[in-house]
């Protein structure tokens, strides 16, 4: 008979004190080595043949910046409302600018990313429609 048979069997002629509840752990913040220990690795450091972790948190950004400029004015193009011809506009003119001071003009966040600057204005001339 294995060990813990015969404990139980021992045991069951005793009487068992009532299980003592646990302490309800408050709300709020995990304790520290819960906290600590799910915070180890970074999913770019699991996963690096991903393409958005080759390139830093800040030209991440910058890329995103680009591609929703561009989705707009891909989208507002046609617009009839004043408020989407008006971002329709200011974004038109941030890529036509050559303003290098501000660190998300259009020069700096084309030189950040690796593109050239030509080549993305002939690219997004070639999606939009020549102006009515």
Known sequence: ???HVRTLALGSDRETPPACPRPRRGRGRPPIHLS???NLLLPS???PQFPGSRLGGEKRL???VLQDAIA???K???AADPRAQRLYFETAEWIRSEDAEWPFSFVNVCDAVGFSRSSVRR???RL???PR
Do not use: T, Y
């Open 36 to 38: 600590a220990a799910l």
């Open 76 to 78: 507002h193009r046609n």
């Open 45 to 47: 450091q699991v996963f």
């Open 128 to 130: 939009l429609p020549a």
């Open 123 to 125: 690219a997004i001339a």
């Open 62 to 64: 910058m890329l995103a």
């Open 72 to 74: 707009i004015l891909l």
């Open 1 to 3: 008979m294995a060990w």
